[in-house]
Nanobody, 123 residues
Framework: EVQLVESGGGLVQPGGSLRLSCAAS????????MSWVRQAPGKGLEWVSV????????SYADSVKGRFTISRDNAKNTLYLQMNSLKPEDTAVYYC????????????????WGQGTQVTVSS
């Protein structure tokens, strides 16, 4: 059974940083592309970033480009999202998501999701 467990969310002031983690189990982590997706209060899902199975290729939404960095440690079965220069509009529940292929793009739909971790950016 695929399990994705996010952690690292919390309350941070504007301009601050957080690092989210996603612990994966139940599948061969290194074989699949992974993504972060977020949902702000009262809004729909917004794709944030994707990384291919080997970690050598990444892509970002324009809203986070230059501030967020996605990475993965295939030896630890863990996905990360380093978030810097956080803004109030980054406030959302952040979800880790798994694809069914080693390479994915924003147009692809993930097959599995974690339960999410809340990030609140406020002074």
């Amino acid at each position: 059974e695929v399990q994705l467990v996010e952690s690292g969310g919390g309350l941070v002031q504007p301009g601050g940083s957080l690092r989210l983690s996603c612990a994966a189990s139940g599948f061969t982590f290194s074989n699949y592309a992974m993504s972060w997706v977020r949902q702000a209060p009262g809004k729909g899902l917004e794709w944030v970033s994707v990384i291919n199975s080997g970690g050598g290729s990444t892509s970002y939404a324009d809203s986070v480009k230059g501030r967020f960095t996605i990475s993965r440690d295939n030896a630890k079965n863990t996905l990360y999202l380093q978030m810097n220069s956080l803004k109030p509009e980054d406030t959302a529940v952040y979800y880790c998501a798994k694809y069914t292929t080693p390479i994915a793009s924003p147009v692809n739909r993930p097959s599995s999701w974690g339960q999410g971790t809340q990030v609140t950016v406020s002074s």
